[in-house]
């Protein structure tokens, strides 16, 4: 049974909580009853009034909405939520929301560019089209962040591209290979929005067989507007976490 908080709120409660670092976490909240989404969605959640939206990572039939969180120095809600644990409730707005979905199945490449939690579509995606792909679609996704621990589904994408490499491919980089957090890092280095350039090049993709989508911060978003969009005409979809 739904236990409905007013007429517009629904009550979640966390079910699993798991710190990847200080400043990056995963969050599974109960989904109640007809609680329904597409991949590539967000929630509305809240505590005490203060809500915030975050992208589902899970796949539509999984049976908990699972959330990767950054902390936001100075924020409101994020700090909050670093606070709580399992048992905790909070609330859910009734409805997913956001157009940033794979609606056009008819292209062979998807090129799937974000930074850090900008991952999280992108994730649902491979969830939901692992099992649903009727169309041969290739997911191509290139992941940008500072700091080697802020990939939080690297095993999980590589893992799955290593089995279906016809189906994802995935390119984490980091863009301060410098600093002693990346000591251990032996993968790709510089912005994902540099380093796109080239990834298209080998890979042969073209206006007409690929579909561009970016996710998260808005510098890197409008970088990638301007060189793929407006300069070449790749077709871009966006989502951005903030302004
Ligand atoms: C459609 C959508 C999906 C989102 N999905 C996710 C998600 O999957 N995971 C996630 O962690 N966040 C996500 N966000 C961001 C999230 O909604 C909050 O804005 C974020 O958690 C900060 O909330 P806060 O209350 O702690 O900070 P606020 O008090 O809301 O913000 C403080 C300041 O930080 C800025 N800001 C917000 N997020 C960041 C960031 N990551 N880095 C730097 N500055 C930031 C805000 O614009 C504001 O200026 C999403 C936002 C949108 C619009």
Redesign the pocket.
Known sequence: MVNQINKNLLESKIIRKLDLSDLMLKLWISKPENYSFKPGQ?CTIGVNG?E????IASSPDEDSLE????L?D??????IIWKMNVGDKLTLRPKAK?IFQIKDTNYDNYLLICTV?GI?PYVSYVRYFLNNNSHNMKFHILQGSSYMEEFGYSEELLTIAKEYPDFVTYLPTISRPQDARNEKWQGMTGRVNIIVEDYINEKQLNIENTIVYACGNPDMIIDIKDKLGQNIGFKVLE?????
């Open positions: 967000y203060i915030r939206a975050y992208s959330l990767f969180i950054e936001v100075h924020g409101e809600l994020s700090p956001g939690t999280v989502e951005r976490f903030w302004k």
